[in-house]
C-alpha cells in the first residue's frame, strides 16, 4: 500500500512519490536553542521521528534535518541576562535539548545544522534574491517583498491583502511595505554580527531554514514539516525565499502536528501552564511521554494531563505484560499446535493492519488500537492448552517491531532482565547459607517492589513477574 500523506497546500491526503525512488528528503524545523524545551516542543520531535521510523520501516532510506537556531533575539537576551557568550548559552541549550530527545527515543537526525555554521550560504542565498529583485538593502537591512512573488499565501490559504491587513511597521524599520520581511538585520551595537555586503548583521529568522534545506537537501526536497504555529509566518515565508530564488517547488508535501493543551487549556508562557519535557521525564517513564504523544493523531491538537499520563503507562504495561507472558510460556509450549499455521496468518493479519494505518497519513492512534488487539489475541492464544514455540514468537516479533516502528520498546528500562533476577536470587541463597538474613530480606524485598515475587519451595526458588 502507498503512504499517503496530508499536505497543508492542498489541505487532502496524497500519495507519496519520492523525488527519488527509494529515498526520502525530511527537513524539521528545529527550536531556537535559549533555554530548556517544553512538551510543545518535544511532539514534534517525536511525531516526525515516527514518520522517519515508518519510511524506514518501509524500506525508505530517509535523510533526515533538523536545524537549531543557535543566534536570534531571544538568545541574546539570554545571554546579556546571564552575562555569558551567545554561543555559550547556545550550546548548553543544543546539548540540552539533544539529550531530552534522545531519552524520549528520537533518532540523531543525519545532520543538525545551526545558523553560526551556514552563514557564507545564508548571504549568498540573499544575495540571489536581491539580484532577482525580491529584496533589496535598506540602510544595512535586507528585506524580502511577499508582493513580488505571486504565489504568497498559498499554504497559509490567505489572500495578500488579508496578511496586509494585519502587518503592521515597528519602529526602527525601514521596510518599503509592511508585508515585507527581514532577511538581513544590521548589527546593534554589542550584538554578535557576522560581515556581509549590506555591512555586520545576522540572519532573519525565516530565510535560515531556506539556505540550510537547499545546502542538506537540495532545491526541491521531499517534506517540510513542524509544528503548526509555523504555518505562517515561518513556512510561508520559506516557500517565498526559496521558490523565487530557484524557480523550483521548494517541498511536495508540508506537515504540520497540532497543539499541546494542558488540562483543557493551551499551554502558553502567559498562562504560566507550560511544562518543560525534562521535568516531565524525570516523574515519568520517557517511553510513556512518548506512547501518550503516539496516542492521539499528529494533526489533531493533544490534551496532557497527569491522569491522561497515567492511562497510557497502564496501556503501555499492558502490552509489555503481555510480552513477558508469552516469553514465560515458550518454557512449557511444543510444536504440536495444529492450528499453528492459523494463528501465524492472524499475526501477518495484524502486521498488514498495523501498516495500514500507519501508511494512511501517519495515523499513530489507530495503529496503537491494532496493537492492543494484537495483544489482546496472544493473550487469548495462551489460555491454549497446548502452544507452539513458533507462534509465540511470531506474537513476540509482532509486538516489538511494531512498537518499534512507534519507537517504543518492548523491555521496560527500569525492568530487571531475567539473567539480573537470578543472580539476586543466587545471591540470596548465599546470604542465607551465610546467615545474612538482613541481607537476605533486603533482596526479597527489592525484587518485590520490581514486581518479582519469590517462592521458596522444596525443590528451590521459583520466581515470577507480579
Keep these: 500500500m502507498t503512504i499517503s500523506i496530508y499536505n497543508t497546500v492542498t489541505r487532502e491526503k496524497e500519495p507519496f512519490n519520492p523525488i527519488v525512488d527509494g529515498k ?127 504565489a504568497y499565501g498559498k499554504l497559509s490559504h490567505q489572500s495578500i491583502d488579508e496578511l496586509r491587513s494585519g502587518a503592521r511597521i515597528q519602529v526602527g524599520e525601514k521596510k518599503e511595505d509592511p508585508l515585507d520581511f527581514a532577511l538581513w538585520k544590521g548589527a546593534k551595537e554589542g550584538e554578535i554580527a557576522w560581515d556581509s555586503p549590506w555591512g555586520k548583521g545576522r540572519p532573519g529568522w525565516h530565510i535560515e531554514c531556506s539556505a540550510m534545506a537547499k545546502r542538506y537537501l537540495g532545491e526541491t526536497i521531499d517534506i517540510h514539516a513542524g509544528g503548526q504555529d509555523l504555518t505562517f509566518p515561518h513556512h ?42 525534562r521535568d516531565l521525564i524525570e516523574k515519568h517513564d520517557p517511553q510513556v511521554v512518548r506512547f501518550f504523544m503516539l496516542s492521539v493523531h499528529y494533526r489533531n491538537p493533544i490534551n496532557f494531563s497527569e491522569e491522561l499520563l497515567g492511562s497510557a503507562k497502564n496501556s503501555l504495561e499492558r502490552m509489555r505484560t503481555a510480552y513477558s507472558n508469552l516469553e514465560h510460556r515458550k518454557e512449557t509450549s511444543t510444536d504440536m499446535d495444529k492450528n499453528k499455521d492459523e494463528w501465524l496468518e492472524k499475526i501477518n493479519a495484524f502486521k498488514s493492519r498495523f501498516e495500514a494505518e500507519m501508511d494512511d497519513d501517519f495515523n499513530t492512534a489507530n495503529a496503537i488500537s491494532v496493537l492492543f488487539d494484537l495483544t489482546k489475541e496472544a493473550n487469548v492464544y495462551l ?56 541481607r537476605a530480606d533486603e533482596i526479597r524485598d527489592s525484587l518485590k517492589e520490581r514486581n518479582i515475587i519469590l517462592e521458596d519451595t522444596p525443590q528451590g526458588v521459583r520466581w515470577k513477574r507480579g
Design 24 to 150: 526520502v528528503r525530511m527537513y524539521v524545523c528545529g527550536p531556537t536553542v535559549y533555554n530548556y524545551i517544553h512538551i510543545g516542543n518535544a511532539r514534534p520531535a517525536i511525531v516526525f521521528d515516527t514518520v522517519r521510523r515508518h519510511f524506514e520501516y518501509k524500506g525508505y532510506h530517509v535523510d533526515y534535518v533538523l536545524n537549531f537556531t543557535d543566534v536570534d533575539d531571544k538568545i541574546i537576551k539570554a545571554a546579556n541576562e546571564r552575562g555569558e557568550d551567545v554561543l555559550q548559552v547556545a550550546n548548553r541549550f543544543i546539548d540540552a535539548y539533544l539529550e531530552d530527545v534522545e531519552s524520549l527515543g528520537v533518532k540523531k537526525a543525519t545532520y543538525n545544522p545551526r545558523v553560526t555554521e551556514t552563514m557564507g550560504d545564508i548571504i549568498s542565498f540573499i544575495e540571489g534574491l536581491v539580484e532577482k529583485g525580491y529584496a533589496y538593502e535598506a540602510d544595512g537591512d535586507v528585506y524580502f517583498k511577499p508582493r513580488a512573488f505571486d
Design 236 to 277: 510561508e515565508n520559506e516557500i517565498a525565499q526559496s521558490e523565487a530564488l530557484n524557480d523550483k517547488t521548494f517541498a511536495n508535501y508540508w506537515m504540520h502536528n497540532g497543539y499541546i493543551n494542558i488540562d483543557n487549556e493551551k499551554m502558553s508562557k502567559s498562562l504560566g501552564n507550560f511544562v518543560l519535557t
Design 383 to 438: 489460555q491454549a492448552n497446548q502452544t507452539s514455540t513458533q507462534v509465540i514468537e511470531a506474537f513476540q516479533e509482532a509486538i516489538a517491531s511494531l512498537l518499534q516502528v512507534l519507537g517504543i520498546t518492548i523491555q521496560d528500562e527500569n525492568e530487571l532482565l531475567d539473567e539480573e533476577i537470578e543472580a539476586l536470587i543466587k545471591e540470596r541463597n548465599e546470604a542465607r547459607k551465610e546467615r545474612n538474613f538482613a
